[in-house]
């Protein structure tokens, strides 16, 4: 076995991040353009306002999916049309859609393993209400003995609470766990620091923020490169 592979062998359960770490590379489902191409503003202007300016659509104060999108939009182009924003947020639900229901079969059966041998399985999540629209018909949901997300607990990741709701449903400590994620919104050293073992998924965001994963890399006890090397072949 790999430190990895280890890790999770010996976790009385394991707690993974959605996005980008349970999801497929988007390059094998999504035919769409990205948000921000279909709002006509720049991809890092955009994801400034995903990232860092969106607590309320992160927590769940807002969740109506047109004032969501609407509202971000306009703080960095006032005069973006309705039907321009229409557009977009009907783009941006069918992109979370095929997110959610084209998960890669070789991580539905990692799921399934962890499962049968008597992990206990978490998911936390940073996530607003039309993001996770389609979650009742993702593969996923019938895996996890907790699903925490951020719009619905309203608390947000790298916040210790939306870990401590997860570690509570499980009824386990963070030592006895291990936490998996990309790294996005600073989950692996906030995880690191509860005491999780952590395990950064490289490969899905390698597409997609190729230079945010040696930063990220650090945070973590191990990488792997795909979520479903976490069990041996």
Do not use: Y
């Not at 925490?148 to 009824?171: M, N, Q, R, T, Y």
């Amino acid at each position: 076995m790999t430190p990895a592979q280890q890790s999770v062998h010996s976790a009385k359960g394991v707690v993974f991040d959605l996005f980008h770490t349970l999801t497929a590379r988007e390059s094998t489902w999504s035919e769409h353009p990205m948000t921000h191409a279909m709002l006509g503003v720049p991809r890092a202007v955009w994801e400034e306002q995903l990232f860092e300016a969106s607590r309320v659509r992160l927590t769940g104060q807002e969740r109506d999916p047109r004032k969501i999108i609407a509202s971000m939009a306009r703080a960095i182009k006032p005069d973006i049309s309705d039907e321009v924003i229409h557009a977009a947020v009907a783009n941006r639900l069918d992109r979370f859609t095929k997110a959610l229901v084209h998960i890669p079969a070789a991580n539905l059966a990692m799921l399934a393993k962890l499962r049968q041998r008597g992990t206990k399985l978490g998911l936390v999540s940073n996530a607003d209400a039309g993001e996770i629209q389609a979650w009742d018909h993702s593969p996923l949901r019938a895996h996890f003995h907790s699903t925490v997300f951020s719009c619905d607990v309203g608390h947000l990741k790298p916040e210790p609470k939306i870990f401590h709701h997860c570690l509570a449903e499980l009824k386990l400590q963070a030592a006895d766990c291990v936490f998996v994620g990309d790294g996005g919104s600073g989950e692996l050293t906030a995880a690191r620091q509860l005491g999780f073992t952590t395990i950064m998924v490289a490969g899905v965001i390698r597409e997609l923020w190729p230079e945010k994963i040696p930063g990220r890399a650090r945070e973590a006890h191990f990488m792997v490169e795909e979520v479903s090397e976490l069990l041996p072949e």
